[in-house]
């Protein structure tokens, strides 16, 4: 059960990289506004969400087990960059990727 709480903390976090980088990438006026606009907010409460879940399974399950769930955020992250902003994935990512999911099998092994 918290292991389901952990991923989910950890994907609620990497989906709230999606508005957060979107804001980024508009031009803003004033510093106020490039803090304080919709998609920002947004992307800040689904990361407080975000680590109130994982803070929540942590306590419950062994801190190593977190901290290999945790790495399958820069999966997540990799996905949403490619298919959400279309961003091309070099050779690079793709092999740091499969080094990720080796670590997470040998560890849960």
Do not use: W
């Amino acid at each position: 059960m918290f292991y389901i709480v952990m991923i989910l903390g950890v994907f609620l976090g990497s989906i709230a990289q999606i508005p957060l980088k979107s804001s980024a990438l508009e031009k803003e006026t004033g510093t106020i506004s490039y803090f304080l606009n919709k998609k920002t907010i947004i992307g800040y409460g689904l990361m407080i969400i975000a680590s109130l879940l994982s803070f929540l399974a942590i306590r419950n399950i062994e801190l190593k087990r977190g901290a290999i769930i945790e790495t399958s955020g820069y999966l997540f992250i990799l996905a949403i960059s490619r298919f959400v902003f279309n961003e091309s994935i070099t050779r690079r990512q793709y092999i740091a990727a499969l080094l990720i999911i080796i670590g997470i099998l040998i560890f849960n092994v």
